[in-house]
Nanobody, 115 residues
Framework: QMQLEESGGGLVQPGGSLRLSCSGS????????MGWYRQAPGNQRALVAS????????TYAEYVKGRFNISRDNANNIIYLQMNSLEPVDTAVYYC????????WGRGTQVTVSS
């Protein structure tokens, strides 16, 4: 069974940084653009950042531009989300998945930004 596994979340103060990781099977990653999504309580899951299959082009939601950076390691089937200058509004469960032809969602990783 193909699975996605997110890690790296935690509690951080406003202005702090976290680096999220997402790993999965080669079948999930190879040839597909991937994305990081987040879901805050009471909200729908939303795309935060995406990266093309080669890993040389990322796109970002307006509210994270300049603060978040997405990258991928195709050799090891991992994508990363470097999050800087975190704000309380970034508090959410973060997930990764393909940009299209999505697979089963993983458990996500909780990010809490609070003083």
């Amino acid at each position: 069974q193909m699975q996605l596994e997110e890690s790296g979340g935690g509690l951080v103060q406003p202005g702090g940084s976290l680096r999220l990781s997402c790993s999965g099977s080669k079948r999930i990653f190879t040839g597909y653009p991937m994305g990081w999504y987040r879901q805050a309580p009471g909200n729908q899951r939303a795309l935060v950042a995406s990266i093309n299959n080669r890993g040389d082009s990322g796109t970002y939601a307006e509210y994270v531009k300049g603060r978040f950076n997405i990258s991928r390691d195709n050799a090891n089937n991992i994508i990363y989300l470097q999050m800087n200058s975190l704000e309380p509004v970034d508090t959410a469960v973060y997930y990764c998945n393909r940009l299209f032809a999505q697979q089963a969602w993983g458990r996500g990783t909780q990010v809490t930004v609070s003083s």
